[in-house]
Nanobody
Framework: QVQLVESGGGLVQPGGSLRLSCAAS????????MKWVRQAPGKGLEWVSG????????TYADSVKGRFTISRDNEQNTLYVQMNSLKPEDTAVYYC???????RSQGTQVTVSS
């Protein structure tokens, strides 16, 4: 069955960086556009970034543009997001998901705090 497992979250100071990973299995990874979404405490899901099947096309929410970089490795069935210049408002649980689908995984917690 479809399985997506996020990792790489943690506690980081404002201005710091983290790289999240999402290991995919149970489906043909290269056949799906993928996305990152997040959920801050007490708020709804927020779309963060998306990437096409080949990785050639990427899109970002205005709130993360210029700071986050999404990428994928179709050989390793893994999705990434490099997060730089982190801000306290980036604190959230981050999920990966296939485009057009709701998250179905545990997510990884990112906390930005001094």
């Amino acid at each position: 069955q479809v399985q997506l497992v996020e990792s790489g979250g943690g506690l980081v100071q404002p201005g710091g960086s983290l790289r999240l990973s999402c290991a995919a299995s149970g489906f043909t990874f290269s056949s799906y556009g993928m996305k990152w979404v997040r959920q801050a405490p007490g708020k709804g899901l927020e779309w963060v970034s998306g990437i096409s099947r080949s990785g050639a096309s990427t899109t970002y929410a205005d709130s993360v543009k210029g700071r986050f970089t999404i990428s994928r490795d179709n050989e390793q069935n893994t999705l990434y997001v490099q997060m730089n210049s982190l801000k306290p408002e980036d604190t959230a649980v981050y999920y990966c998901a296939r485009v057009g689908e709701a998250p179905r995984s545990q997510g990884t917690q990112v906390t930005v705090s001094s």
